[in-house]
């Protein structure tokens, strides 16, 4: 069984994280994609974040829809920080047969030398899927010599363009401006009658 695992804060998911997962689940031949809710994500401390139940509320509507997709608390059954090298090691041992693809952008990517224990990570998976982004530089030269075996571990996802982020999206709801499809039409649902992000 191959397996990818999509981590995110999905605060809220929209359409462009489902593209991604769609994409990413056709390319690498997964059998499934797990949504890992992250309660607590290390590059965004201090920034103001909604409650996990309402973002794995929204995360259970995308997951529904898709027999491909399956929501994963993994992270919300240990006290934070999450590092994605724990995570997959977790995984590793609910899934022993299976081949775990960690699925990441390719700013992740050039970010990976300051991730916690980034060996460790890659030692942790059978590869990353990498999204590509427009305008951002890698230079896998430099990324090999800090992470050996790196490049041999890489699968590139081509992904269409899309420009949509979840901080936008807030701001959008926030101030009454059009957000409807730019949202799983089942979370767009929840949104409204919750009155999410008004606020």
């Not at 059998?31 to 401390?45: A, F, G, M, N, S």
């Not at 807030?170 to 999410?196: E, M």
């Amino acid at each position: 069984m191959r397996i990818g695992l999509f981590g995110g804060t999905f605060d809220p998911p929209h359409i462009g994280h489902q593209i991604l997962a769609a994409e990413a689940q056709q390319q690498l031949s997964l059998e499934r994609v797990l949504w890992i809710v992250t309660p607590d994500p290390p590059h965004k401390q201090g920034q103001p974040i909604s409650p996990v139940a309402q973002r794995i509320e929204l995360v259970r509507a995308v997951t529904d829809a898709d027999p491909a997709f399956e929501l994963c608390t993994v992270e919300l059954e240990r006290p934070g920080p999450h590092y994605a090298r724990d995570t997959l090691q977790i995984l590793q041992g609910r899934y022993p047969t299976a081949e775990l693809f960690y699925l990441i952008g390719q700013d992740s990517l050039r970010d990976l030398p300051t991730w916690h224990d980034p060996q460790g990570l890659l030692a942790a998976c059978a590869g990353l899927g990498v999204m590509r982004r427009p305008g951002v530089q890698t230079d896998l030269t430099a990324l090999e010599a800090q992470l050996p075996g790196l490049q041999q571990r890489l699968h590139w996802i081509e992904t269409p363009l899309i420009e949509i982020s979840a901080r936008d999206l807030r701001q959008r709801i926030a101030s009454g401006a059009a957000y409807r499809y730019y949202l799983p039409a089942a979370v767009a649902a929840l949104v409204q009658a919750n009155d999410w992000y008004r606020r």
